[in-house]
């Protein structure tokens, strides 16, 4: 049985030989452990994996660590047992790349998550939810009803016990209602090498900066458009031969392989946010 | 003999072939042609390389291309023999990095140029001039003695007859009394992926926003700042594990070594500049 | 009306010239032209793309311009016109990834191409083939009955009229019979940094010899195994953390980007091959 | 006060939580932990900084350590205090880029080592060691001579006590002679993505093959040639316009790069060595 453990809290002295003292006392044993401090911060990170021979309860291992370590070093933490799969969402537009490259993964077994829907403002994707046999709604999000649009997706999310959200190129301004309930729990694609150019079009701007490297970035939503804590970047070249719609082509491949690596990290429990930035373990 | 010409024009008819034409009757053999069509600006860019077999004069070349090619399709270009070494003026600040990776270049035979001076507000790399045996100028700048001291840079820049500039890492704007003596001839290295992360202190905001990767950027000179033709940029990967100060070490790697691209290309006269953007040939 | 040249030939004084005057007496202005010599071996290469303001006969360019150019320069060459979708047999057997992206692709209408059928000397595929309604046909292959199978193969090329061939993670040879009908298109893709670990199990070899960088590369098939003209290669780094399951992991993602783009190139006629290499217009 | 702790061992339960209870009753802080179990090796790699609020004697560190802790798990090990800085020889050939890098990082304090003395078989490289003032040592090798040049090594490695040694494109084998004294202790650049094109002429041999992509290695040297533990790598694209000799400008880059980032490994004490492969601690 192997279990992982993931930790923050404020810098202080001892913490690592009490969780490992504890682990053993346990009768575990540490094969992986991986730790960072911000200096500035004055924060901790922890992620560290143990296996255990005998069977061990989560609900006790979770109530004796709390008590026994978490509680004296005022930790945020959780713990998961392996082969726990995520329900994960996933919101489309118009564009099929992202969309096929998760299905085509989560297909194959490379990405170990449940899909309960797809969701889309649009049909155009259907037939993609179709050849993969997955559920797919049609919610029309308009100015007027976006709030009611809003309320209908929240729904289907509890109906679902959906654990997080993938916008795979959704093209839509997710709101505050929706951001709560999912905090650190929405992850985005946004086609440019961000800080530059956020919002819309990147492409064109980027083809009118003249830029000889574009990008594409992965990042947890928040309420600022395009600000939130960053989990993954990837960029390729770029020359003045390309076209804006060569852009596009290219970076079609970056948002694919860029988004799945992101989504591939928040499944395997490798992130943390503090400070609006991201600790990805290694 | 050899010879190269760099031509921009607006978009028509014909334009290759009138060349190719005009350089076989001069009995010369097109051994590299590259162009280049921007369909937005409707402009057409061509860099091509041709042998003699006899000696040209440049000056009868000149004469007869512009009478019986360049003037009919209202032309932009010039055209030089091989060997001609540009002189290049480095202006510097405090970091030597980028100073000696130019001089190790230089020494090396790698870099085609002859450097007349350094020149410097600070007095700090003075010891690094003297190792290459190259002129070092001290011109101080304070707000109050700017227009003055870039008076003493020109002269300097006249005296020596310099035909580029490279700022590397001279940290001090540069203003349009200077520029427009040396337009698309001041050659900037900024340690940003631009344009994220203009003005001051680059690495700092990266480090702040969490990007998983930071670039260096070279550029012409303009009146805006950081906001000139690019020419090279280049990129490596950061994470949490990284400061501030592991920023700026990763980041001299990768300024040195975008600088030294853009001033290699510089001098092959493989840049044209067109609307703030760059077209680098092969 | 659009049309492409290819060109290899001697390398000799006049070439461009003879070809840019010839497409202007047709009434065409050259909107693209690349050309590389490889003087070692004394050979041109070109590119070129002319846009008609009439419509002209294919074969009646192709006449004339053998008559009046290509026969004199002694040249190999063809020429395209526009939307011409080639005809591409997609081999594969128990992978699926390169298939779902080369599909995904072809369905967004990123690869302009056709696809007859896909084929497979095991039935693990056929469930991907009906989700993109593609043909799938199942001929085993066993050391007795290569030869046989081949033959089968062949006649499936035939009946289909299939212009190229991709081995998407086929994991048999495929012998000089089949290759002879399709010299310089059928195109590979291997798993590592060629010609680093050619044959078998690259990823574990490569994991023995603690390399720091793992690589994919595709190449045009020929007798000699995994040592054809390459078209693409890429790389990712790896680390002494990840284990021959994770070389294979972040393999997979680079097989598929290099394939693709290796069949994107192939499609657009940007490859020529010479002396066992290839050359790769912009 | 901070003590850097290097540790490998047989894999086994209990390791880190000992070694964290160590340091924690020597009252110090663990500030930096990373680990790595090979898990077909059945070894456990462990780098750990802490740091003492006072001052701690190495020699009763280290005795404690052995006694209560190291003996106990067979391990291997060694502890650093801050600011040591090895003594490093330089020994080039007739290439002088590499030397320059690595001088000139070393001159601006990127480089915390010693440089006693730069050695050659030519002399063409002692105008570069007079620029920065290090002694140089020239000893010509030839097939007659080469046992008793490298006795004339050793005196001089062991004069100045130097601690490893920096192969800054050397272009001689080393024999077992050398080696033996200083096992996991020189670091050789190579010139080719190995193990593609180990042993001499890589770049021709590169462009032969008509790769798309060039690389470079530092290894550690072991008498096997260019098959010892790989500690950096690093490529870049090229294409079929660069010549050979445009492959080794692009190389040297490369080169420079990899070698320097090998070296600060090796300083930082962030290297170890397993099974011919190295373990590179974050």
Redesign the interface.
């Known amino acids: 049985m192997k279990l992982t453990v993931l930790i923050n809290c404020p810098d202080q ?2 913490i ?2 009490s969780v ?2 504890f ?2 006392k346990q009768k575990g ?11 500035q911060a004055g924060v901790f990170f922890m992620r560290l994996q143990s296996e255990f021979e005998n069977t061990v309860s989560l609900d006790h291992f979770k109530h004796d660590f709390e008590k026994e370590v978490a509680h004296g070093f005022n930790m945020e933490w959780d713990a998961y047992t392996d082969g726990h799969q995520p329900k994960m969402a996933v919101f489309v537009s118009k564009y ?2 992202c969309l ?2 998760l299905l ?2 989560y ?2 077994g ?1 990405l170990s998550v449940e899909i309960p829907f797809i969701l889309s403002n649009h049909k155009d994707l259907e037939y993609v939810a179709e ?2 046999n997955i559920p797919y709604f049609h919610i029309p999000v308009t100015k007027e009803n976006k709030a009611e649009a809003e309320d209908k997706q929240l729904d289907l999310l509890k109906k679902f016990d959906v654990d997080f959200i993938v916008l795979a190129r959704y093209m839509q301004i997710v709101s505050p209602k929706v951001i709560n309930v999912f905090p650190q729990r929405i992850i985005n694609i946004h086609h440019s ?5 956020a919002g819309a079009k990147p492409y064109h701007a980027a083809f009118n ?5 574009i ?1 594409a970035t992965s990042h947890y939503v928040t309420e600022d458009l395009d600000a939130g ?7 390729t070249t770029v ?3 390309h ?1 804006v719609k060569d852009f596009i ?1 290219k970076g ?2 970056l948002e694919r ?1 860029v988004l ?1 690596r992101a989504v591939q990290l928040h499944v395997a429990r490798k992130t943390m946010v503090y400070n ?5 373990f ?1």
């Open positions: 002295s001892g690592i030989r490992t003292t682990i053993h044993n540490v094969v992986y452990l991986d730790q960072h401090v911000d200096k099929n790349h096929y490259d085509s993964r297909n194959s490379e050849q993969f090498f961000l800080p530059a150019f900066r003249g830029v000889k490297i990008g804590p960053i989990i993954e970047q990837d960029v020359s003045h031969t076209s082509a079609r491949d392989i799945s609006n930035k991201t600790v990805i290694s």
